[in-house]
């Protein structure tokens, strides 16, 4: 049977804690060197103030609220710049008091048909029970499954690993798959530490979220 | 394994540094009455439609209802949800991506050190770069030690024509800051003093 394709594909780094939105504009990005000036010139900004921040470059979304920072990365892009970008911004403003990492990878695959795009749903949530007493057409919309973070399995500091699943709203016959790795910062020195596993963690979170959604998706089409 | 209570707790919180707030997939399944089948073995026709007078009645009395309701005047407006959509029908395809970093400047060139990121068994080569394969801005960051991203993939147009790209990217990461420079000085000032304790410094 042929193979799902990976249609769509970005990555975000979301961080919350207590944040100062109007820092973050192009030109302060440009100034600490973290994004060259060519791409902070051609920037679009939609919102700096007080409370929200929010602008677009050619690689980057960034979107900043009191209680959270948000980096998105183009569509298929390279995710380590990403990471560059995020982690360096925190390494400058080091007295930021972070709460909350997460990790994420948003992907959007293409089945063969459409019969294996409904083998996928009747996999993952079997009709059997819902049919003796749901009617009509029984289909899954959102499926949540949590797990452990590779080699960081420690539920008790409120790290874990959550796995969506949604018919996609981007492709036709479509898989959604969004992982999210999200990790609690430590009383001690949270900044630095949820610093270090942005840089530490961050390609190893994207290529996992990629085999966990092929390896789902292999083990019911083939 | 948890509680199921637990569980529930964290599928709640879950969403909290994840990218629901970002993307527009969410949204998608927000709007409207639950039309969209998924994992359902009927007619592929009645997918995400709107078919019938009865269903069209039922979203007017919704929205009749809630017209019908007190605006709240002190809610907050959450920001506009940020989107960078893909250009329509432009498509991006990684085909190798290595991490260099560079050994030698040599005027207008520099040689590096790749690793292969998409096949990491891979072993590392020496490849040398000119400076016209940069972003002018990125020039100044060329020194021996620092890293750099190197892509090649193809790229399709919406016309359909698929071009061959490369790419280099050097890393911004920035390796000192104030208060890591000081803590240095202070390690650099406890071992001094400890030499000078032991009498193990040059006289």
Redesign the interface.
Known sequence: MARPVL??N?A?I???GTFNPPIFQPEWFAR????????VEKAEI??ISPQ?S?F?TER??I?A?TG?F?A???????P??LR??V??TF??L?HTPLQ???L?R?MHFAMPS?AA?????????P?EIWSRVLKG??????L?V?AEIPDFGD?KQGS?L?V?V?????VKFGV?F?T?E??QSPKTDPTSNLTEII?NRW?GAYSYAAEVANQVLSSIVD | M?PKSQ?KF??QS????????????QV??EFGP?S???????E?G?LNTLSTAKQADTVLASVQEIEGEQVPRDARVS??V?????EPGR????KQ?W?GTVTELRGKTFLALLKD?SQPDNPAEQVEFESVEL????WALVAPGSIF?W?IGTERTPSGQVRNIS?V?F????LW?R??LKSAAQKGSCAEQLFHANGNHPS
């Open positions: 249609e769509d970005s975000s979301v961080l919350t600490q060197n973290l994004l060259p000036l060519e791409e939609k919102v929200v929010e677009q980057f979304i979107q609220t959270r948000a998105l990365s183009k569509p298929d892009a390279n380590a710049p560059d970008l982690a360096g390494f400058v080091e909350a990492l997460g994420n948003d459409e795009w409904n083998l996928v749903g009747d996999t993952l949530v009709k057409r029984i289909g899954m919309r959102t949540w949590q539920e874990r959550m969506r949604e018919p996609s709203g981007k959604y969004q999210n999200h990790y840089r390609e | 948890p569980i964290f599928l879950s969403t909290k540094t994840s990218s629901d707030q970002i993307h527009q997939t998608l399944f639950a969209l089948a998924y994992g359902n073995n009927t592929s009645q920001p506009e940020p989107q960078l959509p893909k498509t991006l395809q990684i991506l991490e990121k972003r002018d801005d990125d991203y892509m790419n990217e890393s911004r990461l920035p800051t208060s890591s």
